[in-house]
């Protein structure tokens, strides 16, 4: 646990089949107008949107609504929901829906009382939030981002390609989150894997950085173990409850800043699949799955003890006759070959991108510098390139 | 994951060299009148008074002193720290020290504005707080206990031979907690290694519980094996940072209300820990290593798979060719053998009790029902006598 740190995390979370119920001891904490967020209305379809309404209405709110999230969301969409916002008065905003409409529904909080140009300042600039911020619950339908309990937001800008995170403060999270993992039965397989993957990139961007050896690596290890075990089940049986609870609440755990404590924490993974992202708008976790395995391969020479301990630690690697690249090697192998199990998509290719579109993808990749390499342009061209 | 439930944890972390400048931002949040609660005066020895007086004097505090708490704190130290609280209209509870300073201050804190006999109320019916309470915050110096997160209280009644445990809610946890893994170098070994044990006993009170498969059990897996690792290196070197730091950060995830989600928990060997310590006055956690080996071995037949689980995923034990219940036995003397190797006392003759004193410990101890055994007395009283 080396450096000093501090955590907090205020974000109350109700988890579980009953769930919902917690709504009722958050909502008269807040004031009479709610602006509900949401995304392509697939909660109307499943009636959460209906359950949801209806205690607002028990709860005597004004409902003002902000629909059409889209999966990846725009700079454009988030200058509409600040005018939504501002007209609304609203005195909290209730996303309903998976990460990108969580991220979203906290762009807004921050940017509603912000004279600037909130996509300049916060997503360019990165500056801290000075302004009011109108406090945001969740609804959580979708699993894999951790939005639900941190200050994580990311937003895409198609005139300038890309696609940027923000992290903010504790002051942006959430105040309240509702866990219910029956509400993410009805996510098509595709959507459900690709939340899986997204969990694993988030906990490994955070193991695989760092020589020292602290106890957010053996927390991470258990939470890998635990997820790869449950998505087994999950991809065999979407309605296991038990399966789907442990996946839901591993996602919140591994992004809600605990295992990043004493850790440098690499994210170019997530930088490489996110200028994917914003060059083919595929699915976020689907594009981080196209492009690991040539990374890892790439920098696991340069973090190779960690690589090792990760074979045998969370693969179940037997290191005895092996030397320590053997080891390494096979654990990525092991990755390998369980990604294609579960139905990840395993190339960029089948993503929608090309090899023309590989210099316009590289030039829009942000470096980053926590992980075992820092890269430079021509080593991300050549990770594209095998992942095409 | 089965089963609903809430988490919330407040408690801001200042973690670190440097942690203790975090009171600088803490202090300006609270009025003019801070009492300043610690035990036998070690921290006037080791500089940390000297250091945490001059940083309330230069925010401007008036400090009030309650000194003398004693490593398992009375009911009448209680009655005592209620009228210093009352008469210097203290603002905040600034305990320095370690669990049992921190316990104490909580108790003060809920009990000054109630108008009952606190002890009555909060440790004999188990009420919740519905007075006003007055803010803790904690600068750490001895790990273990986890109350630096969490709303756990254990108070002594020496006239009813009683050491009682109450659980408040997040509204009775410390604001914020300083962790400076320095700030318990000082310590005695013996106290070190009780520490240790405490935290170990604590994850396991959760972890032997349940047969589902879930996350905590999991996390809890890798937060056993960090401490394993990291208590192997602070005892032969007390002052190796990044163990102690490590163990400082274990000590407050193991008991902050998070590995216990989903999980029914035992706490039967704190029962029985408890009780021997109202009777000798012993160092908490070697009452709870002096009776651990013949509880685990009582109950293990009750909740076999756990057991071997724990063996392998925890002590590296191979099943290879093994029964399930020789896997398990191998677990269990492997951990007998490493809590002989860091020093721990591993029977209650040594903390004092004697045979002649068994009805009475029996008698005082409380029973449990989360474990895999529900134990009636006379299955306490055989485990007290092994434990001779």
């Given amino acids: 646990?080396?450096?000093?740190?501090?955590?907090?995390?205020?974000?109350?979370?109700?988890?579980?089949?009953?769930?919902?119920?917690?709504?009722?001891?958050?909502?008269?904490?807040?004031?009479?107008?709610?602006?509900?967020?949401?995304?392509?209305?697939?909660?109307?379809?499943?009636?959460?949107?209906?359950?949801?309404?209806?205690?607002?209405?028990?709860?005597?709110?004004?409902?003002?609504?902000?629909?059409?999230?889209?999966?990846?969301?725009?700079?454009?969409?988030?200058?509409?929901?600040?005018?939504?916002?501002?007209?609304?008065?609203?005195?909290?905003?209730?996303?309903?829906?998976?990460?990108?409409?969580?991220?979203?529904?906290?762009?807004?909080?921050?940017?509603?009382?912000?004279?600037?140009?909130?996509?300049?300042?916060?997503?360019?600039?990165?500056?801290?939030?000075?302004?009011?911020?109108?406090?945001?619950?969740?609804?959580?339908?979708?699993?894999?981002?951790?939005?639900?309990?941190?200050?994580?937001?990311?937003?895409?800008?198609?005139?300038?390609?890309?696609?940027?995170?923000?992290?903010?403060?504790?002051?942006?999270?959430?105040?309240?989150?509702?866990?219910?993992p029956e509400f993410t039965y009805t996510l098509p397989k595709y959507q459900m894997v690709s939340g899986i993957y997204d969990i694993m990139s988030h906990i490994l961007e955070q193991y695989f950085s760092g020589e020292d050896d602290n106890t957010s690596d053996y927390i991470m290890e258990g939470l890998l173990r635990s997820l790869i075990h449950s998505a087994n089940i999950a991809v065999k049986n979407p309605t296991d409850y038990e399966a789907r609870s442990n996946i839901m609440w591993i996602a919140t755990w591994a992004l809600n800043t605990l295992v990043a404590k004493g850790k440098t924490t690499d994210w170019e993974v997530h930088m490489l699949g996110q200028a994917v992202g914003a060059h083919t708008d595929a699915t976020h976790g689907m594009t981080l799955a196209a492009v690991s395995m040539p990374y890892y391969r790439y920098i696991m020479p340069y973090g190779i003890k960690k690589f090792a301990r990760y074979a045998v630690n969370v693969w179940g690697v037997n290191p005895d006759g092996k030397t320590e690249q053997q080891t390494a090697e096979q654990g990525l192998a092991a990755m390998e070959s369980w990604m294609k199990s579960i139905g990840l998509v395993m190339n960029i290719t089948e993503l929608g991108a090309t090899e023309d579109m590989l210099d316009g993808i590289t030039e829009s990749t942000l470096i980053m510098d926590g992980g075992y390499k820092v890269l430079d342009k021509s080593e991300i061209r050549a990770i594209y390139k095998k992942s095409l």
């Fill in 1 to 180: 646990m080396l450096g000093n740190f501090t955590y907090c995390n205020p974000t109350k979370l109700y988890f579980g089949k009953d769930a919902l119920d917690g709504l009722n001891e958050e909502l008269p904490k807040y004031g009479k107008n709610v602006l509900l967020v949401y995304g392509g209305g697939s909660i109307k379809k499943n009636g959460i949107y209906d359950k949801v309404v209806a205690i607002l209405k028990a709860n005597d709110k004004n409902v003002y609504e902000d629909a059409g999230v889209m999966p990846n969301p725009t700079s454009d969409k988030l200058k509409e929901g600040i005018e939504r916002a501002k007209s609304a008065k609203a005195d909290l905003i209730l996303a309903v829906g998976g990460g990108s409409v969580c991220d979203y529904a906290k762009a807004v909080s921050v940017s509603v009382n912000c004279n600037d140009d909130a996509w300049d300042k916060y997503f360019i600039r990165f500056e801290d939030v000075t302004c009011d911020i109108i406090p945001v619950g969740c609804v959580l339908t979708m699993v894999g981002t951790g939005s639900e309990m941190n200050g994580g937001s990311v937003i895409t800008n198609h005139a300038q390609k890309l696609k940027i995170g923000h992290v903010f403060g504790e002051n942006v999270f959430p105040k309240f989150s509702i866990l219910n």
